[in-house]
């Protein structure tokens, strides 16, 4: 890929990032990173520290559930603390719509519309985060209090 053209996914987190006064740390990795396991491997850094960014169907409206990749969602309990109806794993197409990015790719930003946010505070123990930047190549790095900003996201346990 030449320097500076990244696919149209990739692209709209990048200008997300500069849009909402973030650095722009986003980083082209080799290899395909589709899981927590594989991005952590790739960066050489712990897969707590990897935010998988979840797109959850809560009564046909999407739920950005930004989650520690060594954490499992309890949709039950997240349902409850929202005091909202039943929580469903959103489908392939549902997310694709949604976010304008395929599943293993999702970034926390740059989708077509704000999508409402949680964040998993396990994650707040990690100086850096790492999460997905719009394709199954690239990723980003920022601090936990950044994408808490950037992200308007309400902080939760999510376990």
Excluded at 72 to 100: C, E, N, Q
Excluded at 139 to 158: G, K, N
């Amino acid at each position: 890929m030449a320097e500076g053209i990244f696919p149209e996914p990739v692209a709209r987190v990048k200008h997300a990032l500069g849009a909402l006064g973030a650095r722009d740390t986003v980083t082209v990795l080799e290899s395909q990173v589709p899981t927590a396991a594989a991005a952590a491997a790739a960066l050489g850094c712990d897969v707590a520290a990897i935010t998988n960014s979840l797109v959850f169907d809560l009564d046909g409206a999407p739920l950005l559930i930004l989650a520690s990749g060594a954490a499992r969602v309890d949709v039950g309990k997240v349902a409850d603390r929202l005091g909202t109806g039943r929580i469903r794993r959103a489908s392939p197409g549902f997310v694709l719509a949604h976010t304008g990015q395929e599943v293993g790719g999702v970034a926390p930003v740059g989708h077509p519309e704000k999508i409402r946010t949680l964040l998993d505070e396990s994650l707040a123990v990690h100086s850096v985060l790492w999460a997905g930047a719009g394709d199954h190549h690239s990723m980003f790095s920022i601090s936990y209090s950044e994408l808490q900003r950037i992200t308007d996201a309400r902080e939760m346990p999510v376990r």
